[in-house]
């Protein structure tokens, strides 16, 4: 190999580095370099080579640039991982290879066949500077309606990483009920860094998986670690932290204390992430009880999210409202603005109090009028 290129960051980055480096769809895929090399294999164990197989003694196919996915490690078996650079290279003379998020043990393999050769790419993240909090300001409201407090002391947390020359990142919990926007306010900023937000739920795990999850198991599984490798921003949500279990909370103090997490088969580097933690806590008293002060004191900012009053209800159902009309033709539209369903939901507003349910009931209100309206029309037409 002459030249090892390993990027480490997220996929979008990725297929774009192999765009500037004119590497198309021609390069030779991973899956394809095991299958002739389990042919190679299958032909050796026999005690010969087929002549008019692909591979004969000696012999080396050259290849211009080979890529590896991340998603091709997972599919491969262990001793594939272990033995990396002796089998791509057993029956292929490869002038570029790429390497995306390869596990720790691909990397240790490189190093002793080819160390000089390896060259580091990595996703650039964009960061918050100063002068673009008025922007990001924007971009909150234009997401999230009401929250003023809880948006001030974010832009705040912000303020503070355009100032930082720590290792640290920066960790916000988002406390308060359900369905008022903390969710929303977490994409709003990864949307506006431009990237999809990595959103993790550890609540959904069972505590074995959980802790496969977070510390590593077999190379072949999900993990904290390379979901983090391949975020598309530095916005990292963890959904319902109250619900992780107190024995993982040591790998957090490494990630919040030094921007830095490893497990079994990956390294990470996290300094510069905006760590956003949502809970259901009504007080710092019931936050810092269940967390314990440890976790709590690697808090950055402790911010609360209030419930929605009836104006900021109204202006939830206008946009609502709005977004599902759009996509209706005008005969559609004609059909539930017949029926006030604007209207009935402002009059109802103070029985609401989380936004996603209003949500999904005015959708759910304006698609069985048109349903209903569609059906009855089958019948008269019969």
């Not at 759910?364 to 309206?373: F, G, Q």
Request: with cysteine; aromatic share 10%; net charge negative.
């Amino acid at each position: 190999m002459e030249n090892v290129f390993i990027f480490i960051g997220s996929k979008k980055d990725f297929n774009n580095f192999l765009l500037e480096r004119n590497v198309d769809d021609t390069a030779l895929k991973f899956m394809d370099l095991i299958r002739q090399y389990n042919e190679l294999v299958r032909a050796s164990n026999v005690g010969f080579l087929d002549r008019a197989a692909r591979f004969t003694t000696g012999y080396k196919e050259e290849v211009e640039n080979c890529v590896v996915r991340s998603e091709d490690f997972a599919s491969v078996l262990e001793h594939v991982v272990t033995n990396f650079s002796q089998i791509i290279s057993l029956g292929h003379e490869i002038m570029d290879l790429y390497l995306h998020n390869p596990p720790k043990r691909v990397i240790e393999t490189l190093k002793i066949e080819c160390d000089s050769n390896i060259e580091y790419r990595y996703s650039e993240y964009r960061k918050i500077k100063k002068e673009s909090l008025r922007e990001v300001s924007s971009q909150l409201d234009g997401f999230v309606i009401g929250q003023k407090g809880a948006k001030r002391k974010v832009l705040s947390g912000l303020y503070r990483l355009s100032k930082k020359d720590d290792k640290k990142p920066i960790v916000m919990l988002f406390q308060g009920p359900s369905g008022v926007g903390k969710t929303e306010l977490a994409k709003s900023l990864s949307d506006y860094l431009g990237g999809d937000l990595l959103r993790i739920q550890f609540s959904m795990m069972q505590t074995n998986e959980a802790s496969n999850y977070i510390f590593g198991d077999k190379h072949s599984k999900s993990s904290f670690a390379r979901d983090l490798l391949q975020r598309e921003s530095n916005i990292v949500l963890i959904d319902e932290f109250d619900k992780v279990h107190p024995s993982f909370y040591n790998a957090f103090y490494e990630i919040f204390d030094e921007g830095k997490f490893n497990d079994l088969n990956y390294s990470v580097d996290v300094k510069d992430c905006i760590f956003i933690l949502t809970s259901n806590f009504k007080n710092e008293a019931e936050t810092i009880k269940k967390l314990g002060m440890p976790i709590y004191s690697r808090i950055s900012s402790n911010i609360s999210f209030d419930e929605l009053n009836d104006s900021e209800k109204v202006e939830v159902i206008t946009r609502t409202y709005e977004i599902v009309i759009s996509n209706l033709d005008l005969e559609e539209v004609k059909i539930v603005e017949e029926l006030n369903m604007k209207e009935w939901f402002i009059d109802h507003a103070s029985n609401y109090n989380n936004i996603r349910l209003l949500n999904s009931r005015i959708q759910e209100a304006v698609y069985d009028a048109l349903t209903s309206r569609l059906l009855d029309q089958i019948i008269v037409d019969r």
